[in-house]
């Protein structure tokens, strides 16, 4: 093709990993594939817990997948820095594009003119993980992440809290904010999965409550769960994921006497599947940058109950004012426990036309145009 672009993708990890960043690359790469693009992805060769090292070189959605050794203590940056040189002198790409600060920095030190499409704030996501984090460990990411911000080339952000949470660590970068994307084929109104539903034991009486998300302190799922004894018996909470947590969670539910009615399904490559059995998404997070279940949800025609900026005294720092903005009555804001409680029950009604609004303001294919201009 004769506008055929070489375009290289770089993270520390990559799909079988199922997260927000690591979808945002799968989609990407099929966007860059429609084009005729050429990609290429760099990424770890363990993306999970499990410890699993992946083959050095693939081949997944239509790219070159190249990993590097992800050895302990820190000692991946010289394979990563390593690989990127190779790939340096080998190869010359259009566009350069990170989600890692750590990629970022080794990306630029080896010459590439990198796009940091950020993910979030690493001190703060860490904080938010793990309330105990020493103040050393929190000054050490922060260091990280502005020394990204000063290397490489443009500085990209999903939302405006993003944005400004940049600039308060970085006063001199100047971020651009670009829209995220959704898949509209696969996240859309679908009628009820009825095998699902037999295999979840979900009847077509109940009334369901849908969390999906890694199992961590961040999700903090157990808002959702503390929800369900006050509710009535006719409610189930679906919560889809896999993480350090689940134990927690799932005592947590066992102790206030309702884990006959919290489904914990594990991991899926497939949520849209869950979205159709959903009345309410809720969305739970204290921190999220941006929160592209959030658009899974509005897509599949769920309804969104979230916390407001300050639950029960909480600090939540989302993203989820902005993305509704344009679209206020897709979702519900509670400050409180009785105010979640209130917005599940009181049955408020989302009109269609916002739906339609929201599903056209976020595409990846505007998004990876939009990365493409930028280099």
């Not at 940091?116 to 938010?128: D, Q």
């Not at 897709?330 to 339609?356: M, N, Q």
Request: charged share 25%; hydrophobic share 40%; glycine share 6%.
């Amino acid at each position: 093709m004769e506008n055929k672009k070489k375009i290289l993708l770089i993270n520390t990890s990559f799909y079988p990993r199922i997260g927000g960043v690591e979808n945002s690359l799968v989609h990407l790469i099929n966007e860059y594939k429609k084009n005729g693009d050429e990609v290429t992805v760099v990424c770890g060769d363990i993306v999970d817990d499990t410890g699993h090292r992946y083959p050095k070189h693939d081949r997944m959605f239509g790219a070159e997948i190249v990993r590097f050794k992800m050895w302990p203590f820190k000692l991946y940056w010289l394979t990563c820095f390593f690989l990127f040189l190779r790939l340096k002198i080998k190869n010359s790409f259009d566009a350069v594009i990170s989600r890692s600060h750590v990629t970022t920095i080794l990306g630029a030190l080896t010459g590439f003119k990198v796009i940091y499409l950020v993910p979030g704030i690493a001190s703060l996501h860490e904080k938010a993980g793990n309330s105990s984090s020493s103040n050393l460990r929190v000054l050490y990411s922060d260091f990280l992440q502005k020394l990204a911000f000063s290397l490489c080339h443009r500085v990209c952000v999903f939302s405006e809290s993003m944005f400004h949470q940049v600039k308060r660590l970085s006063p001199n970068c100047s971020p651009i904010k670009v829209n995220a994307g959704c898949d509209s084929d696969r996240f859309q109104p679908r009628s009820r999965d009825e095998e699902l539903a037999r295999e979840l034991e979900v009847s077509a009486s109940d009334r369901v409550l849908l969390c999906v998300g890694r199992l961590n302190r961040m999700k903090s799922f157990e808002k959702a769960i503390s929800v369900m004894p006050e509710l009535p018996n006719d409610f189930k909470l679906l919560i889809v994921g896999s993480g350090s947590e689940e134990r927690y969670l799932l005592n947590h539910a066992i102790s206030l006497g309702v884990s006959d009615r919290v489904k914990f399904v594990g991991s899926s490559k497939t949520p849209e599947r869950f979205y159709s059995l959903a009345d309410f998404f809720l969305f739970t997070s204290i921190y999220e940058p941006f929160g592209q279940v959030l658009l899974e949800a509005a897509f599949s025609g769920v309804k969104v109950v979230a916390l407001d900026d300050f639950y029960e005294g909480e600090n939540v720092k989302t993203a989820t004012n902005e993305i509704f903005e344009s679209t206020p009555n897709l979702v519900r804001y509670a400050s409180t426990k009785s105010e979640l409680i209130s917005c599940i029950l009181e049955g408020w009604h989302a009109p269609a036309s916002e739906f339609d609004i929201l599903r056209s303001q976020f595409s990846w294919g505007r998004l990876s145009s939009s990365l493409l201009k930028l280099q």
